[in-house]
């Protein structure tokens, strides 16, 4: 068991529908990242929180808007997505500070398609 | 711009041959780590590697982390079909208080029985 949590595990949408992507951790983590993986091509990062706060913004486009309520819960808010969008989206977490804070625990992901 | 490039990224094998993936990139990294990927899952981690020249082994998998912290292997002996997966390298720079990491494309290894 990973302890981080995604759903839902698959998802369609159409370009003009808002969806959110769900992820939970609980392992008592406090940072948070969200990745998308296409096929043929190395993780991208989009965003990371760390203590709540977003640390990291990888130039994404705003049709994705991330949210940390919690050290726990992270979310993707999905609008007008373009079909290039569809990919695998896994949520991850680890330790901030300390000799582990590099090590992170995925889930297992979100199979995004946008028709 | 911090880019690990993995080595084959594809490798189709019969159970009981042995296999090495590789790892490289111009930069050093503080840590590096294996992961591995199944179909349906996210990536687990199998090991990270921390000083140049360190080898560490996990069962029939043994990894190794190149003296200047900038290359890494992994090299799995008389492989089998339980080891088919998704194989990601990713290196740590250091600098952050979270795990930035860098991840290579990825080695997709099938092991036929």
């Known amino acids: 068991e990973t302890g981080v949590t995604q759903t839902p595990r698959h998802l369609v949408m159409g370009m003009t529908n808002k969806k959110s992507l769900k992820c939970e951790q609980h392992l008592g983590h406090n940072a948070m990242y969200w990745y998308k993986q296409s096929a043929k091509k190395p993780l991208e990062l989009m965003f990371v929180?760390?203590?709540?706060?977003?640390?990291e913004n990888n130039s994404v486009p705003s049709r994705f808007s991330p949210e940390c309520p919690n050290s726990s819960h992270l979310f993707l808010h999905l609008h007008t997505l373009q079909p290039e969008d569809s990919a695998l989206y896994l949520c991850a977490s680890s330790q901030v500070y300390g000799a582990a804070k590099n090590i992170q625990y995925f889930g297992a992901g979100t199979r995004l398609s946008v028709l | 711009t911090q880019l690990l490039e993995q080595s084959p990224q594809f490798l189709s094998i019969q159970e009981g041959e042995n296999l090495t993936v590789y790892c490289n990139s111009s930069s050093v990294f503080s840590s590096l780590q294996w992961y591995r990927q199944e179909p349906g899952e996210g990536p687990v981690l199998l090991v990270t590697?921390?000083?140049?020249?360190e080898v560490k082994k996990l069962k029939r998998l043994t990894f190794q982390f190149g003296d200047a912290r900038k290359d890494s292997s992994l090299h799995i002996t008389a492989a089998q079909p339980g080891d088919t997966g998704l194989y990601l390298c990713a290196g740590w720079a250091g600098g952050t208080s979270y795990g930035k990491l860098t991840f290579g494309q990825g080695t997709i290894l099938t092991v036929h029985p």
């Open positions: 590697v921390v000083t140049g020249g």
């Open positions: 929180y760390s203590l709540e706060e977003r640390v």
